[in-house]
């Protein structure tokens, strides 16, 4: 039996083969890592169930959406191109248990208050007979999601259990660090223990003794990059490769943070203060330095950054939220479309958008800090515009640091 969602007076969309209206399913398949192999859980196993699900109720099935990563992680891709595809053109969406869409509470609650709660779209569980559309369903919902995040983390603390176990006893668990690599142990060929790399060990040595002749970090990358030399990731030796590396290695010490008896708010109220007065962006770095302004971590204020601080802060400062989002979705779109020409651009999720909201510091119309799916949904239809007052555009896009 499936769970249906109230009906608001829109009509949902559908199909229509002859005169037989056909409504369109999106499936939506998870497992864990450690729950691939569980009978009557597996990828095919739910797969089947909804393609028998929707043979039996005359359900146009679209698309089957995967995922193999635990439901605590609220960011998955194929849970994100499930709704994507659910919101252009899908009218349900269908999953095994309601835990395969989310193990998390807080999470489910967003799903549901985002994209079901106004009845155009319907949740079906195959395997649970719970309506969404009852205040006695959402709470049974919320029981069967209390006992869905218990078994998450304790799992998650078994797990850890036994990764400290095999820790002690000797043998390696998890990322191998640059240097190193791993063979079976003597004593139990199923362990890894850690042995140097040959050939990773002089790449460090070198590091070593170009930093002891005060070579710099760009030179030291182009050098390595020259000699065709593997770098720990990518395909390219950077900065902050190298810099990251001699940090371990202990051959540098991480850069301090100052003490300052200002704080950050009156450091950007000055930096947008020099702006305002059209100075560039070497030119407010020059002015804090012989002003005696210090930055977070450095000895100086720098051109670059500077230039980084006016990309977030100005922006912010001028752009209400709305205009903000649609400035970043305008430059994210000019990106994709230059790198893949023939592929469609796919906006962020709400979710997505709320989170980008949060890192540069705008706030709800309330004052608080976090953003829901719903009142992000609100600000794009521009129902909160009277909240916050626009800048001009032309003050955030002036400029060479400031272009998209």
């Not at 109230?6 to 005169?19: L, V």
């Not at 849970?79 to 999953?95: H, K, P, Y």
Request: glycine share 8%.
């Amino acid at each position: 039996m499936n769970t249906r969602a109230k009906r608001s007076a829109r009509p949902i969309s559908a199909t229509y083969e002859g005169n037989v209206s056909v409504r369109r399913a999106i499936g939506y398949v998870r497992v864990s890592t450690d729950m691939q192999a569980q009978e009557g859980i597996s990828l095919e196993a739910q797969q089947a169930a909804i393609q028998q699900y929707c043979s039996l109720h005359g359900l146009k099935l679209v698309t089957i959406c995967q995922d193999v990563l635990s439901g605590g992680k609220d960011q998955r891709p194929g849970l994100q191109d499930a709704l994507r595809t659910l919101q252009r053109s899908g009218d349900v969406l269908i999953v095994l248990k309601f835990d395969r869409l989310s193990r998390s509470i807080r999470h489910f609650c967003e799903l549901y208050e985002t994209y079901f709660k106004d009845g155009t779209k319907e949740l079906v569980a195959i395997r649970e007979s719970i309506r969404l559309d009852s205040a006695l369903g959402r709470a049974l919902i919320n029981i069967l999601l209390v006992f869905a995040q218990m078994e998450r983390e304790a799992t998650g603390e078994r797990t850890r259990e036994a990764i400290h176990h095999i820790r002690q006893s000797g043998y390696h668990f998890g990322k191998v660090p640059y240097g190193k690599k791993t063979i079976p142990a003597p004593d139990n060929p199923r362990m890894r223990i850690l042995v140097d790399d040959e050939d990773e060990q002089a790449v460090l040595a070198q590091l070593k003794k170009w930093g002891a002749e005060g070579v710099g970090i760009s030179e030291i990358a182009k050098r390595l990059n020259a000699a065709g030399t593997k770098p720990p990731q990518g395909e390219r030796w950077t900065k902050s490769l190298i810099y990251n590396l001699r940090l371990r290695m202990g051959q540098i010490s991480p850069r301090p943070i100052n003490t300052r008896s200002y704080s950050d708010r009156e450091v950007r109220a000055r930096i947008l203060d020099l702006r305002a007065r059209g100075h560039t962006a070497r030119q407010i770095a020059s002015i804090l330095n012989e002003q005696g302004w210090i930055p977070r971590k450095g000895k100086q204020f720098t051109e670059r950054g500077i230039h980084g601080l006016l990309r977030t802060i100005q922006a912010t400062k001028v752009l209400s939220p709305r205009g903000y989002l649609e400035m970043m979705l305008t430059k994210m779109e000019r990106a994709h479309d230059a790198e893949h020409p023939t592929v469609p651009f796919s906006r962020p999720t709400l979710e997505e958008m709320g989170r980008m909201l949060e890192e540069v510091g705008y706030v709800t119309p309330r004052g608080h800090e976090k953003w829901w799916p719903a009142q992000v949904a609100t600000l794009l239809e521009g129902r909160l515009d009277g909240y916050y007052s626009e800048g001009r555009p032309e003050e955030v896009w002036e400029g060479e640091e400031l272009s998209v």
